[in-house]
């Protein structure tokens, strides 16, 4: 079965630029979760979608900041207008089912902001 | 509310030797715990995870047991080799509530060398 996948992997773009981080989720599985990971702040939750609806966003930094599932097998994370401190690593994961279950995550984008 | 806790690192081994790192959790309920590796430049994998008061998980070697009595779940194995130099993640969800969001500990930086 193929997994989460990201695109891109790495991304390197000037301040200002907007970015979009694109996320497929894994077949049937119906939540999704978008994070971010650096040095300082470790992994944080940025948001997550059930059945295609946000439902939490309150990790999302600022208004800069948007993601849209527009349906079950797609989902994007926009950050516009970009800034160095954005740079992180970006992951996506999705699960299904019960609380029981695992998220399984993507390979990550790699977002560097000049 | 929910929370983990993570020793810090990093952890510096030589093969052969025994590991264990340890993790705490605070929680309502009857979490699912898990523990993720990420091998440098990839995403999180699921290593183990136990959904239950005494359940074992195991996986390549590790293991972890869900302790209520003490809220943990140290990971554990009896003889580590180089590749298993990683960062290990403690994560709970939280009981009965299906499509929620992991809480992850900040992780453990395991270094083996030879």
């Known amino acids: 079965d193929a997994g989460v996948i990201q695109s891109p992997r790495h991304e390197v773009t000037e301040m200002g630029q907007e970015v979009t981080l694109r996320c497929k989720p894994i077949s049937g599985h119906n939540s999704l979760f978008w994070y971010r990971q650096t040095m300082m702040r470790g992994l944080e939750l940025l948001i997550y979608?059930?059945?295609?609806?946000?439902?939490?966003d309150s990790g999302m930094p600022e208004d800069r900041f948007s993601a849209k599932m527009p349906n079950a097998s797609f989902s994007t994370l926009k950050i516009q207008p970009s800034e160095p401190r954005d740079s992180a690593v970006y992951f996506c994961?999705?699960?299904?089912?019960?609380?029981?279950?695992?998220?399984?995550f993507g390979d990550g984008t790699r977002l560097s902001i000049l | 509310g929910n929370s983990v806790t993570q020793m810090e690192g990093p952890v510096t081994l030589s093969e052969e030797a025994f590991l264990t790192i340890n993790c705490t959790y605070t929680?309502?309920?009857?979490?699912?715990l898990f523990w993720y590796v990420q091998y440098p430049g990839e995403g999180l994998q699921l290593l183990l995870k136990a959904t239950k008061a005494d359940d074992k998980g195991s996986n390549k070697g590790f293991e972890a047991t869900y302790r209520k009595e003490t809220t943990s779940f140290h990971l554990e194995k009896g003889s580590v080799q180089v590749s298993d130099s990683a960062v290990y993640f403690c994560?709970?969800?939280?009981?009965?509530?299906?499509?929620?969001?992991?809480?992850f500990g900040k992780g453990t930086t395991l270094s083996v060398s030879s």
């Open positions: 979608f059930n059945n295609n609806v946000p439902i939490d």
């Open positions: 929680a309502t309920g009857y979490p699912s």
């Open positions: 994560a709970l969800s939280r009981a009965n509530q299906a499509g929620t969001a992991l809480i």
């Open positions: 994961a999705s699960t299904g089912g019960a609380a029981n279950q695992p998220q399984h």
